[in-house]
């Protein structure tokens, strides 16, 4: 089933739940080895599987475990800066290198293949 907007909240809930259990068993775990690893109880694992309602660090601990953890990232993304504030940021970045600054004396680095100045 595809997750979208005009599902009910347990209709995703039990999805969610279908896809943990069917990820789970792709990787030739059991409930209690998954619990384990994830930090959580058996119990809990069994109620998110079920779709009912488990407390968000468990979840968070058995998509760590599965290797899902990326997905968070996608599912509420970073916000990101509006076109005006990026023109604003833009105002204030670098936009010319400064003139070099002519060092003279014993620190006075040259490649050597200058001409030499003339005394009159």
Do not use: C, F, Y
Not at 30 to 46: F, I, K, N, S
């Amino acid at each position: 089933m595809r997750i979208t907007q005009q599902n009910t909240d347990e209709a995703v809930l039990i999805e969610l739940g279908a896809r943990l259990a069917r990820t789970r068993l792709d990787r030739n775990l059991t409930q209690g080895q998954l619990a384990a690893e994830a930090g959580v109880g058996r119990a809990t694992l069994e109620r998110m599987e079920a779709g009912r309602s488990a407390r968000l660090p468990s979840l968070i601990r058995v998509l760590r475990v599965l290797g899902l953890l990326d997905g968070l990232d996608r599912l509420v993304p970073e916000s990101t800066p509006s076109p005006l504030e990026l023109l604003k940021l833009r105002g204030k970045q670098r936009r010319r290198a400064a003139p070099a600054k002519h060092v003279e004396g014993p620190d006075a680095w040259t490649w050597g293949d200058e001409p030499t100045e003339r005394s009159p």
